[in-house]
């Protein structure tokens, strides 16, 4: 199978329309690690049960809460092209609960 791709605008991932339709303003993407886990954002303060820790290293990926879908945001920006790096499975544990605690805390 070929890969997917999504479509993105001028190498910025919050343009991205994921392969299933969703967009930031449906029901948004949300910044994740590099095994499509939700990651904390909330700079020095505790990370919440359920997310990830912002990686160290910078490399993130974002994650389609609809379907599942991730893409790396290096490769966004760096090629202007979004293809599929992963799936994950958004219905199940542990990135449902981190989706959830995610809305939580940007709700
Ligand atoms: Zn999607």
Same mark, same amino acid.
């Given at each position: ?14 343009? /991205?329309?994921?392969?299933? &339709? ?6 948004? #993407? /949300?910044? =994740?690690? =590099?095994?499509? $886990?939700?990651?904390?954002?909330? &700079? ?5 049960? &359920? #997310? ?12 389609? @809460?609809?379907? &599942? *879908? ?11 092209? =979004? @293809?599929?790096?992963? *799936?994950v499975d958004v !219905?199940? =544990?542990p990135v449902a609960?981190a $989706? *959830?605690?995610?809305?939580? #805390?940007? !709700?």
């Amino acid at each position: 199978m070929d890969p997917e791709f999504a479509e993105v605008s001028d190498h910025d991932v919050t343009t /991205i329309t994921c392969v299933c &339709g969703n967009t930031v303003s449906g029901e948004g #993407l /949300i910044q =994740a690690n =590099a095994q499509g $886990i939700p990651v904390h954002s909330g &700079g020095n303060t505790p990370v919440p049960a &359920g #997310l990830a820790e912002w990686p160290e290293d910078e490399d993130l990926y974002t994650l389609c @809460p609809s379907c &599942g *879908r991730v893409y790396s945001d290096t490769v966004v920006e760096e090629t202007g092209t =979004a @293809p599929v790096a992963l *799936r994950v499975d958004v !219905a199940h =544990a542990p990135v449902a609960e981190a $989706i *959830r605690v995610h809305w939580e #805390l940007n !709700a």
